[in-house]
């Protein structure tokens, strides 16, 4: 497993970048959270976890925004904080939720604001992935991550590939759409993928 740089060699985001963000889109389980929070770390920016903002606000899972506020309510909330973190000071990682893309609004934000890197597994992998968290979070009883109410109705663990591969078809022009970079992170561990959108994003600098 690739080592953490030290704080004094880590590449960094220059000055006249400070603005700069990074989207994470993706979805779900494709490690946009983790190796986000790895790469923001690498850079030196801040880093943004959409759902964990948003669960954080309304003092609820998501689940529970989605069963009690309805899902125009909760992509209103999603479109309130990517636009925030646009307009934010300071260069950020941001990783964002995986229906967030669809909406061509969000699009055009982060397209105007940074870079948008598409992290990609297969729908076999992300089942998988999904499946390992379900069981960690049933484990902790109740400690855990939001529950993902676009794939199943009543639990991740009742998650299906056939569901995740339509899931995937629907939301497919809306990722390609929104991408500048894509990564494939199938058989990747986290701290690998962290340091190839670290190179993509110091790759995109240099190009500006």
Known sequence: MPEVSDPETRPKLSEDTFEYKVYLIGFSATGKSHSGR????????????MDRLIVKRAGKQISEIFENDGEDEFRRMEREVLEEQAEASGQRVVSTGGGVPV????REVMTRSGLTIRLVASPETIHSRISRSASRRAQRA???SAARPMLTG???DDTTVDRVRELLAEREGAYRAATD????????????????I???VLES????
Do not use: H, K, W, Y
């Open 198 to 200: 670290v190179a993509r």
């Open 142 to 144: 109740g400690r855990g």
């Open 103 to 106: 909406d061509a609004r969000n």
């Open 38 to 49: 790895l790469a923001a770390q690498e850079l030196g920016a801040m880093f943004i976890d």
């Open 205 to 208: 600098q240099s190009e500006d």
């Open 154 to 156: 009543s639990g991740d």
């Open 181 to 196: 970079v894509a990564i494939d992170t199938e058989g990747r561990e986290p701290p690998d993928v962290a340091a190839e």
